[in-house]
């Protein structure tokens, strides 16, 4: 006969047990209701647009040629056929397959990139050739819809893209792209230097497309940027790992010094990681990990009272004084140093892995810590989100005479309530950003630690209650911010497509249990591909084309 206190004690926990699944699910039938109601607002009021204003309902295409890109409807496709894998709702579920039967049959019979229109290829390629990628892949996964009609679009797109690499003499491609006449138009701005973020952050794409099609060549373009601009700049001596944001691509020489994990640095060292979870090259998880020990050099810093860690930026080069600013976008490190030091093992199984060490473990440490701060940079502004920017505190001692005097400045910005972040007036805007629920996702995915679920539930909700659309006391939209430090918040009439394709995906997937990192790998806009069999690799010959010697 069993015993009554183990019975007990057994009841107890299924009930906990249920408690946390019938939560998870709510919160999960909630982003399924922002998801739609989002998606369907835009369908309504500004279908087939790239850009649309949800509080106005204006909308217009970015093209000079007038023709839509597919902005948001490419971009939305694969969250749409997650909802629909994973949705336990019945009506939900058919809404779902509603939707992306209807964006089918727009990307398979109005969709046409032949269009006579200037392009940037990094947004176009991780957004719109993303997307279709994730939906062919998803499609076939998931037995839903036509996967071909994703692939033909997707190489179509590509074959496009791909003649800016052809056109530039080193390989490296310019930053944009006409798509009809494949002419490669250098950076306006810049002295015409290309974002080194932009044109090292379109392998995951290329080289998925080459594994599912046997076309090597895909592979090799957009892999020959980086022999010349390792070897010409001499990355791992001279700049310990760490890249400037700007490269002239008729030279392949850095332009300027200035180094940081935001904006135009940011997925230079995403893609190093990602592209050794895809293919399992060794050589690119060797160049992220000098990259995270130059990080962690030069960048890595503590915010004064509390000790809140941060990456901090270089502006002038390694040798001069770092700027205590850090963008929200720097917020996907957390999320990328737990993938790199687990390989999206549970930190309980990769502690036990063959490949652990001390270098893991600290990645460990600090992806916690960087998750942490993030956390932060929500949780104590008035509207519970975060701003574009913040500029991190230290203590008197460290600031340089100049910095000292600057001060003065900081008595007209925002001050968190601890002392340890300030916000420029004209930082203070929100744009629905999903960098650090995508963090929180992976946090939580592989450690199943159910703080990080409810920082991600503290997160949604504000954006619910600060971020919507109402119409007529009911909520249609939701939308960016010009204003997140003051309650009741500005809205800015906008919606940026990476609020259906990265920030409600993240969300979502954080309060779903059978997700296994280990299978996929998701680009920098929340595209998932599935992790590249050796066999097709070693069939088509898709191996690392290059090396430092």
């Not at 009021?45 to 890109?69: C, T």
């Not at 502690?351 to 600090?366: G, H, K, P």
Request: include cysteine.
């Amino acid at each position: 006969m069993l015993n009554p206190v183990i019975i007990s004690v057994g009841i107890a926990v299924l009930a906990v047990f249920y408690y946390f699944q019938s939560k998870n699910t709510t919160v999960s039938f909630k982003i399924e209701k922002i998801l739609l109601q989002s998606f369907n607002d835009y369908k309504k009021n500004g279908w087939p647009y790239d850009v649309y204003g949800p509080i106005s309902h204006n909308h217009r295409n970015m093209p000079r040629s007038g023709e839509p890109l597919g902005w948001i409807i490419v971009d939305t496709i694969d969250t749409l056929m997650l909802g629909y894998n994973y949705t336990i709702d019945k009506e939900n579920k058919k809404e779902f397959l509603e939707q992306i039967e209807f964006v089918e049959n727009w990307v398979e019979n109005e969709l046409d990139y032949d269009m006579d229109a200037e392009v940037n290829i990094f947004e176009t390629t991780i957004r719109m050739l993303g997307g279709l990628l994730s939906g062919y892949y998803l499609s076939k996964d998931l037995n839903v819809g036509k996967p071909e009609v994703y692939l033909n679009k997707a190489i179509d797109l590509a074959n496009r893209l791909s003649l800016a690499f052809v056109n530039s003499p080193t390989g490296i491609p310019y930053s944009s792209v006409n798509l009809k006449t494949g002419e490669a138009i250098k950076n306006h701005v810049d002295n015409g230097a290309s974002s080194t973020a932009e044109f090292t952050t379109l392998q995951l794409e290329f080289k998925y497309l080459a594994s599912i099609t046997g076309n090597k060549t895909y592979w090799d373009l957009a892999e020959q940027v980086y022999e010349p601009l390792y070897k010409i700049n001499d990355i791992l001596d001279k700049y310990d790992g760490l890249v400037p944001i700007y490269t002239l691509p008729d030279t392949a020489k850095f332009w300027g010094e200035n180094i940081r994990f935001g904006s135009r640095g940011d997925s230079f060292y995403e893609y190093l990681l990602k592209q050794y979870l895809l293919t399992h090259e060794v050589m690119y998880y060797n160049l992220y990990r000098a990259a995270i020990d130059g990080m962690k050099k030069h960048l890595v810093k503590e915010s004064f009272p509390s000790g809140l860690t941060y990456i901090a930026e270089k502006p002038n080069g390694l040798e001069f004084q770092a700027s205590s600013k850090m963008d929200h976008l720097v917020c996907f490190m957390g999320g990328l140093l737990a993938m790199g030091a687990t390989e999206g093992y549970t930190i309980k199984e990769a502690r036990a892995m063959y490949f652990w060490n001390e270098d893991r473990e600290d990645d460990w440490l600090l992806a916690m810590k960087l998750t942490h701060t993030c956390y932060q940079m929500y949780h104590q502004l008035p509207a519970g989100l975060s701003p574009e920017i913040v500029v991190f505190n230290y203590a008197k001692e460290q600031r340089t005479e100049f910095e000292e005097i600057t001060m003065i400045d900081r008595q007209n910005w925002w001050t968190s309530p601890t002392d340890d972040f300030f916000v420029k007036p004209l930082d203070g805007h929100n744009l629905q950003r999903p960098e650090t629920v995508e963090s929180i996702m992976f946090m939580y995915h592989l450690s199943n630690d159910t703080t990080y679920r409810e920082w991600g539930q503290e997160i949604l909700n504000n954006f619910v209650e600060h971020t919507a659309v109402k119409e007529n006391g009911r909520v249609e939209a939701y939308t960016s911010l010009n204003d997140c430090l003051h309650v009741p918040t500005g809205k800015r009439d906008n919606m940026e497509s990476f609020w259906l394709a990265e920030t409600l995906k993240y969300l979502y997937l954080l309060f779903q249990d059978n997700v296994d990192l280990r299978e996929v790998v998701f680009n920098t806009e929340a595209h998932p591909f599935p992790v590249l069999d050796k066999t097709d690799m070693e069939k088509f010959n898709l191996t690392t084309g290059w090396s430092l010697e």
